[in-house]
């Protein structure tokens, strides 16, 4: 079976620019979270949608926003892109919303921003 | 704020020897608290968790953790390291009704030598 998988893998915009980045959680799980890993740090929590509702937003601008589709893929989209911005994106899905169990990573997308 | 405190950036044990790595929390309650590692240019993969019970918790790859309550503590352990267990582990927390709103130490880095 397939696990979660993203795209792109790697990515390089400028400061200004959008981005969306794609996930496809693992087939039957409906809840899919978003978390920024910057380098040298922990992940940090963005986004968790569930039956394609937001059912959770970390600490993150308005620039950042995601949705969720009926297939239960994602997108992430980040406007007006900075320099911090730089980050491993990553995904993860669940079965269900309140998640007791484990979280299934993606490898996520690397985003340079110039 | 709540935070995951992994106090060590690196923590180096020779091959078959003990290893622990640790984790302190802050979520007051009844935390669910979870170990990951994160592989060189890979997302995460899930260890093992706790959520109530029984305070040594058994996990994947031979890896343990006990939960202490009085020293809000939740070190990692295994009793013989490989060397293929060098990676990057992150202690995670979260709220029982938190969805999948996990916030993660900075991470410590294992390095298993020979």
């Known amino acids: 079976d397939a696990g979660v998988t993203q795209s792109p893998t790697h990515l390089i915009k400028t400061r200004g620019q959008h981005v969306t980045l794609r996930c496809s959680p693992i087939s039957g799980h409906k809840s899919v979270s978003w978390y920024q890993q910057v380098l040298g740090q922990g992940p940090q929590f963005i986004f968790q949608y569930y039956e394609k509702e937001e059912r959770g937003r970390g600490n993150f601008p308005d620039r950042f926003s995601a949705r969720q589709f009926p297939n239960y893929s994602s997108e992430l989209n980040v406007n007006a892109l900075l320099l911090g911005d730089s980050a491993l994106y990553l995904c993860a899905s669940s079965l269900e919303r309140g998640n007791t169990g484990e979280l299934f990573f993606g490898e996520g997308s690397r985003l340079t921003v110039l | 704020a709540q935070s995951v405190a992994q106090p060590e950036d690196q923590v180096n044990v020779a091959e078959g020897n003990p290893l622990t790595v640790k984790c302190t929390y802050s979520?007051?309650?009844?935390?669910?608290l979870f170990w990951y590692v994160q592989y060189p240019n890979r997302g995460l993969q899930f260890l093992l968790k706790y959520i109530t019970g029984d305070n040594l918790v058994k996990g994947s790859y031979g890896f343990e953790a006990e939960f202490n309550k009085s020293q809000t503590s939740f070190h990692l352990k295994k009793p013989s390291a490989l060397v293929s267990d060098s990676a990057l582990y992150f202690c995670?927390?979260?709220?029982?009704?938190?969805?999948?709103?996990?916030?993660f130490g900075g991470g410590t880095r294992l390095m298993v030598k020979p």
């Open positions: 979520v007051s309650g009844n935390p669910y």
């Open positions: 995670a927390q979260k709220p029982n009704n938190a969805g999948n709103m996990l916030t």
